[in-house]
């Protein structure tokens, strides 16, 4: 992949403005990368490089679409289906045949966790979110203070927030923490939890501190990032809220008895997988993503004709 994968990015007269950080920095590891090429024939895929915000209308965005029909080839040879762009917020459905197409063929690169219903789990993709994970941390034998870490203004106010807070094995912050303190309390805990669709910021660098991530949520997750390179049911654990914080604390114990360990380990040696570098190196979150890309790059041999 390394050698052979190419990206074409289509021209424009203004860089591409982005919502989020994590856009930014794909978008620059892009573009400064060796799997771009200036030759579109010898390309795999085609990167839209239009800003997307909350408030792009689809107007907007067939309009731009149908720029690049108008202006290149390459669109109409597999109507988008060798295309991808950035959009952390996603696309808006619109009627109009290029938004249309869009949608349905061309992969969305989107920020995790995404927004609920424009994402399509077959096709599209997540950006892992930027977060502290440097190195791995974990301990080979890891002794834990705490059963259980929940982030400061983590979980939504609930009664599963006052049995969390009631549970002595589980430390619950009542305010922000500096760096190293929230650091030592990932080492020294053996679950970390989350709340999907709150700050999942930090799964990658509880993991790579050795502590399991517990994603609370109600429904199943389809958006989660690297889904073609990591099994997230081996290093993290899912469970729902209806049970209380108990049934939370069963289903973790059951994970300390049947495999914490491997878990633990697993998700130590994945967390390499989330990290974003300014400059990319192997393995890392971009080129992670650009594999992804290269698992869903168009097989279509096209005829040499021009297109309509």
């Known amino acids: 992949m390394l050698k052979a994968f190419k990206t074409y990015v289509y021209p424009r007269s203004v860089a591409p403005s982005f919502d989020s950080q994590v856009e930014s920095l794909f978008y620059f590891s892009l573009t400064q990368s060796n799997f771009i090429t200036q030759n579109p024939e010898e390309a795999h895929l085609f990167f839209i490089p239009f800003s997307f915000h909350a408030d792009l209308s689809p107007r907007s965005t067939a309009r731009v679409v149908g720029d690049y029909r108008t202006d290149y080839i390459y669109w109409n040879r597999a109507l988008g289906a060798d295309h991808f762009y950035l959009s952390c917020t996603g696309v808006r459905h619109g009627s109009d045949r290029n938004v249309v197409e869009l949608k349905k063929n061309s992969v969305q ?156 380990r697993s998700g130590a040696a994945a967390s390499k997988h989330l990290v974003w570098n300014e400059t990319p190196q192997s393995y890392d979150a971009f080129h992670m993503v650009m594999y992804q890309l290269w698992l869903r790059r168009h097989t279509i041999r096209y005829p040499d004709r021009e297109w309509a």
């Open 109 to 264: 690169i989107s920020c995790f966790p995404t927004t609920s219903g424009l994402f399509t789990p077959h096709k599209d993709i997540t950006l892992p979110p930027l977060a502290n994970v440097h190195a791995l941390h974990a301990p080979a034998n890891k002794s834990a203070k705490y059963f259980a870490y929940v982030k400061y203004n983590w979980v939504k106010e609930s009664t599963l927030v006052e049995e969390l807070l009631s549970d002595p094995e589980i430390l619950v912050e009542s305010e922000p923490s500096d760096q190293m303190t929230y650091e030592a309390r990932l080492a020294g805990s053996k679950f970390c939890l989350f709340e999907y669709g709150q700050d999942v910021t930090g799964i990658g660098e509880a993991m790579s501190f050795g502590c399991v991530p517990v994603v609370i949520t109600d429904r199943p997750i389809q958006d989660l990032p690297l889904t073609d390179v990591l099994s997230w049911q081996r290093i993290a654990v899912f469970v729902g809220t209806r049970g209380g914080a108990k049934e939370l604390k069963r289903v973790l114990v059951r994970v300390v008895v049947d495999g914490y360990e491997d878990m633990r």
